[in-house]
């Protein structure tokens, strides 16, 4: 049972695609087959100078500070949380962002998905893989369905720099956090191929998203979790 004022998790549902079963356990995790878990940046940079050297061995010099890498980036926040905090004060304030970084990091540790940087109500996340990312995003989204704050999301795959390392620079990772601004409460915006969509997320059809400072962008995909109801 949900202590007082905890947000109520999502019920246990189960649907099945061959072999694999997708539920929700108690903690409104939505159980699906894990994948290893990302190292960090440091890995990440060893990883792909190595890559790189056997692929381009004359074109990465010592001392380069970047390498360009396809990356998911994915830029998730609590929606209205100024206007939350206002009205429900800051103790409330405290504990629903407790929440979702708490949320946050279990489940990018069982995706694979590294959180690269808070930012206040919002978080930077980048997987070396779609799916896994798009998972997640999906997974706040759905958690805090019913929350008394909703989370909004923005996906973008893409080529970027990585930076010393530690930092990614580039198209796809501003594209992402336009894309989280501009969704409403609860909706996943991303653009992404739907092949990479995991079984239990769907597309309901491309949309046109008007950008500040960018204008009109097409082929953004609105997603949503489509899980069965409880028998």
Same mark, same amino acid.
């Given at each position: ?32 087959? %894990? #994948? ?30 970047? %390498? ?86 923005? #996906? ?22 336009? %894309? ?52």
């Amino acid at each position: 049972m949900n202590a007082p004022d905890t947000p109520r998790q999502p019920d246990s549902r189960t649907a099945s695609d061959g072999a694999v079963t997708i539920s929700t356990d108690a903690t409104g995790d939505l159980l699906v087959p %894990l #994948l290893a878990a990302d190292t960090g940046p440091a890995r990440e940079w060893a990883d792909a100078a190595e890559a790189d050297q056997v692929a381009r061995p004359n074109e990465l010099e010592d001392g380069d500070t970047h %390498l360009n890498v396809t990356r998911t980036f994915c830029f998730a926040d609590l929606s209205g949380f100024t206007a939350f905090t206002r009205e429900s004060g800051p103790h409330a304030a405290v504990k629903q962002l407790g929440e979702f970084r708490r949320i946050t990091r279990n489940v990018a540790a069982k995706r694979g998905v590294r959180v690269a940087k808070w930012l206040g109500d919002g978080v930077m996340l980048v997987g070396t893989d779609p799916t896994p990312a798009i998972a997640l995003g999906a997974h706040l989204v759905h958690h805090f369905s019913e929350s008394a704050i909703r989370v909004r999301v923005g #996906l973008a795959t893409g080529i970027a720099l990585l930076f010393e390392g530690d930092d990614y620079i580039g198209e796809p990772v501003n594209m992402a956090a336009k %894309l989280c601004n501009a969704a409403s409460p609860g909706e996943v915006l991303a653009i992404t191929d739907p092949s990479n969509l995991p079984d239990w997320v769907v597309t309901d059809g491309e949309v046109s998203v008007r950008i500040k400072g960018v204008g009109a962008v097409g082929g953004v995909h609105r997603l949503r979790v489509d899980l069965p109801s409880p028998e």
